[in-house]
């Protein structure tokens, strides 16, 4: 078990640039969640997947925000035109179906700058 | 909504003190889980409560889960220099969404 493991750890990008960042889960973890917390904050829920299924998107996320998984492994969060408010940790976070609605075991994150 | 909230926000405390850390929701939670962030890191599992009344312990800390599964509470006797961090609860509602919605959690600051 090598835990979620997330790339990059940190992002600096411009305005307007799109970004990409990859979460790898706990292999046999079948549901995947992304979350966004900013300083002081708890994590806000972005959207989850069990296997390869987008199953949950918060009325939060703007349509500039995309995820896939697209064989129920490893998931991408791209984020289109990054405006400076979406600087933040992105954070992902794996769990087992066997446990029902088990606990979340997070990855350390990516850190996203918008300048 | 779902809304999950946490109070106080800050609690400083001398270390040997007892902390205690509020949650409450908006709506009837199927469960509730809490979960320790400390400075710099990512936020790790501390328990799940699912029943109505549910009282857990580790160690010094003890979790309860509230009657009409809208609260919950984290108490930590006699606290030390390793408690520091942020206490957070992240309830899921019965209405069959995952996502957890977390609190906004409780910053701990323990001083010798």
């Known amino acids: 078990d090598t835990g979620v493991s997330q790339n990059p750890r940190h992002k600096i990008t411009k305005r307007g640039q799109n970004v990409t960042f990859r979460c790898d889960p706990i292999s046999e973890h079948n549901r995947l969640y992304w979350y966004r917390q900013t300083l002081g904050q708890g994590p806000e829920f972005l959207t989850y997947f069990q296997n390869e299924a987008q199953l949950e998107k918060s009325r939060l996320l703007s349509d500039r925000f995309s995820a896939e998984r697209p064989k129920g492994s490893f998931s991408t969060l791209e984020i289109q035109r990054t405006e400076q408010g979406d600087s933040a940790m992105y954070l992902c976070a794996s769990s087992a179906t066997g446990t029902g609605r088990g606990p979340l075991h997070f990855g350390n994150g990516t850190r996203l700058t918008v300048t | 909504g779902q809304q999950v909230m946490q109070i106080p926000q800050y609690q400083h405390v001398q270390e040997g003190e007892d902390f205690t850390t509020y949650c409450n929701s908006s709506t009837t939670l199927s469960n509730i889980q809490w979960y320790k962030q400390r400075p710099g890191g990512h936020p790790v599992f501390l328990i799940q409560?699912?029943?109505?009344?549910e009282v857990k312990k580790q160690k010094r800390l003890t979790f309860q889960f509230g009657e009409a599964k809208k609260n919950s509470s984290l108490h930590i006797t006699a606290t030390q220099t390793t408690d520091v961090g942020t206490y957070f609860c992240?309830?899921?509602?019965?209405?069959?969404?995952?996502?957890?919605?977390f609190g906004k959690g409780t910053h701990l600051i323990i001083q010798p």
């Open positions: 992240a309830g899921r509602g019965g209405g069959g969404a995952d996502g957890l919605t």
């Open positions: 409560l699912v029943k109505s009344g």
